[in-house]
């Protein structure tokens, strides 16, 4: 198994591009999310999906879009990039049972840095 | 609203010493689960430990325990003996029950230990 695995690990954009980061696993999780780590303040997250179809919103959704598609590929669109979107950006994917939560499996990252 | 304090920015240690992590978290949910992750300086985030809101009996593993006290709802989390391979940014981490895509973490304690 190859887990959760992100792709680019690092990424400059100009401000006003556009660009996707991708996200796979292939544990057969139901949940997928995304969130970006800035210094002081821990993780966030940006947006989750709870099966393939399904996404919803998490703390910092702005400027950004996802899909799913696929039940393995959980894309983040960056639509219009921001120095403020400069941050490293984690990918994790989850399992539940009944109404159980289980741990999160994280992807490496990507570095992304907008000037 | 939830939300996770771990009011320790930064500790600094000598090796051997015993450290404690604090973790205060806030819900309103009766069922909800909290983690613990282990990021070193190489930027992966490693799980440690998961622990519902209906088990309070402390966990040990090796030098790692875990002491969850829902009348303070605070997760502490103590190294006994630390180690230079313990230096690493910690976050605590909330999620509730059915809530398995979205995790609320702390700010994060970077913990360094030297030798």
């Known amino acids: 198994n190859a887990g959760v695995t992100q792709t680019p690990k690092f990424q400059v954009l100009k401000t006003g591009q556009s660009m996707t980061l991708q996200c796979a696993q292939d544990?057969?999780?139901?949940?997928m999310s995304w969130y970006r780590q800035d210094p002081g303040m821990g993780l966030r997250l940006i947006h989750y999906?709870?099966?393939?179809?399904?996404?919803d919103q998490g703390e910092v959704p702005n400027g950004y879009n996802v899909s799913r598609s696929t039940t393995e590929d959980f894309p983040l669109r960056l639509l219009s990039a921001a120095p403020s979107q400069t941050s490293v950006y984690f990918c994790?994917?989850?399992?539940?049972?009944?109404?159980?939560?289980?741990?999160?499996?994280f992807g490496p990252g990507t570095r992304l840095t907008v000037t | 609203a939830q939300k996770v304090t771990q009011a320790q920015t930064e500790i600094s240690v000598v090796e051997k010493e015993d450290v404690t992590l604090d973790c205060v978290y806030e819900?309103?949910?009766?069922?909800?689960?909290l983690f613990w992750y282990k990021q070193p300086p190489s930027g992966e985030l490693v799980f440690l430990i998961r622990?519902?809101?209906?088990?309070?009996q402390n966990e040990i593993s090796g030098r790692y325990s875990w002491n969850f006290q829902k009348s303070t709802s605070s997760f502490n989390f103590t190294i006994t003996a630390s180690q230079v391979v313990d230096s690493a940014v910690y976050f605590c981490?909330?999620?509730?029950?059915?809530?398995?895509?979205?995790?609320?973490f702390g700010q994060g304690t970077e913990l360094s230990v030297k030798p």
């Open positions: 994790a994917s989850s399992y539940s049972s009944g109404l159980a939560s289980y741990e999160q499996y």
């Open positions: 544990m057969n999780h139901e949940y």
């Open positions: 999906s709870v099966g393939a179809g399904i996404t």
């Open positions: 819900t309103r949910d009766t069922t909800y689960y």
């Open positions: 622990r519902n809101s209906f088990d309070e």
């Open positions: 981490a909330l999620s509730d029950g059915n809530q398995g895509g979205k995790l609320i």
